[in-house]
């Protein structure tokens, strides 16, 4: 990720006539608490966003700042857990990092900042940044393979409010959603196999192994308002266990971190694990919704559901890791951004509601995620 260039070196602002033109990639993740005392205000920002809570306007801030109130202490036993912060942050800019180095070849044309949803750098600094650089044009990347609007479509929002706030108006696409891009998929294939014989060869000869693919739960209501995130979970996993090439593979999908009382998308990865004690499997979790390590892979699938599978009697138990700046993973993303630039399009792989074109056409939501999603829905 680019720190601001020292004054007087090389990458001083340099006249747009004199200059190839300047891509700034925008990476865009929820953020976490950066110390104990930060849980509260990250947890009530979360709360607060219209897109998470979906209640009248007036009544958001009250609700949120109760619901955050009572969040606070599981969450801070979670982060404690971590030593007191998400390693979210550090492990979105290594990804910045190493996107941009996979982007070397473009020279000083293309470079990768970071914008969080709820904790510092939130949208605004990192709008900043893009500015003080002289870019001129910005594609946004969400670090979420499939499209929510309570993710993407929250974090584009909060982006375009930022560049408002300060001014900034350049062409602006976002490669909304990647959850079927095959470079991707084969990235995560390669992980996961890597994990699954690891697994098989730690498993009893005679036992079955069942991956988990465990996805971030959302409200059913969501979903049922059009949100796409469930069928394109469904298409991500489609795609890595064509890419894992496995014949008669155990898999199932589930959803995890449920942290409201309403109806949650189901299973649960709870009910998914009672399921595998049932048939006597072993399990290979692969957080699937994830791209970088976090509290709810570290603490939620390494401790939490670690020890209920150990409860349950599974006759093992094991994780696959999140991508984080795995070298084909950044590839692909590198890739993603290439092909964006070079075609001059917004690459998405939803369009039109629920059809999923196998070539990436114009997006239906690039400018405006929500509406253009919800007209799409329509
Ligand atoms: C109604 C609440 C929530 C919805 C809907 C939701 C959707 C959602 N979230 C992610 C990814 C992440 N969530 C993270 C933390 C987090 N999420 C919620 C609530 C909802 N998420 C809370 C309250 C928290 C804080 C942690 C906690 O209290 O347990 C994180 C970051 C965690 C970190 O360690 O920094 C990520 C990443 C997705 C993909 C998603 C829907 C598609
Ligand atoms: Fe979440
Ligand atoms: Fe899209």
């Known amino acids: 990720m680019s720190p601001a260039p020292p004054p007087g070196s090389s990458s001083e602002p340099v006249p747009p006539s004199r200059r ?86 473009e020279g000083d044309t293309v470079r990768c900042f970071v914008a969080m949803r709820y904790w510092h750098p939130f949208a605004e600094a990192a709008a900043r940044q893009v500015r003080d650089w002289g870019a001129d044009e910005v594609l946004l990347l969400p670090l979420y393979p499939q499209y929510s609007t309570t993710t993407t479509g929250s974090s584009a929002d909060d982006w375009a409010a930022a560049c408002r706030k300060i001014g900034l108006d350049l062409p602006t696409r976002t490669l909304c959603c990647w959850h079927s891009d095959e470079g991707f998929a084969g990235a995560t294939a390669t992980l996961l196999r890597r994990a699954y014989d690891k697994a098989r060869s730690e498993t009893p000869a005679g036992t079955g192994l069942r991956i988990l693919f465990s996805a971030h739960g959302l409200p059913e209501s969501i979903v049922k308002a059009g949100d796409p995130y469930q069928w394109q979970v469904e298409q991500s996993v489609a795609a890595i266990v064509r890419q894992l090439g496995i014949a008669g593979l155990d898999h199932a999908i589930c959803y995890q971190s449920r942290v409201t009382p309403q109806k949650w998308l189901g299973p649960s990865t709870e009910v998914a694990l009672e399921q595998a004690a049932k048939d006597g499997v072993a399990v290979l979790v692969h957080p699937v919704a994830f791209v970088s390590e976090h509290s709810e892979t570290l603490v939620e699938l390494d401790v939490e559901y670690a020890e209920l599978a150990h409860k349950l009697g599974i006759p093992g138990y094991f994780r696959a890791p999140a991508q984080n700046s795995d070298p084909a993973f950044i590839a692909a993303l590198a890739d993603l951004v290439r092909q964006t630039r070079d075609s001059g399009r917004t690459l998405c792989s939803f369009a039109g509601g629920r059809q999923c074109p196998k070539a990436h056409g114009d997006c239906p939501h690039a400018r405006a995620p929500r509406a253009a999603a919800q007209k799409a829905m329509a």
């Open 20 to 105: 190839r033109s300047r891509l700034a990639v925008v990476l865009f993740n929820l953020g976490g608490p950066d110390s104990p005392a930060a849980v509260r205000p990250f947890l009530e920002n979360l709360f607060t966003d219209p897109a998470i809570l979906r209640v009248p306007g007036f009544v958001r801030p009250l609700l949120g700042k109760f619901i955050a109130a009572r969040r606070t202490k599981a969450a801070s036993e979670n982060y404690a857990i971590l030593g007191g912060k998400s390693p979210l942050l550090e492990l979105t800019v290594a990804q910045a990092q190493a996107l941009e180095t996979a982007l070397g070849a």
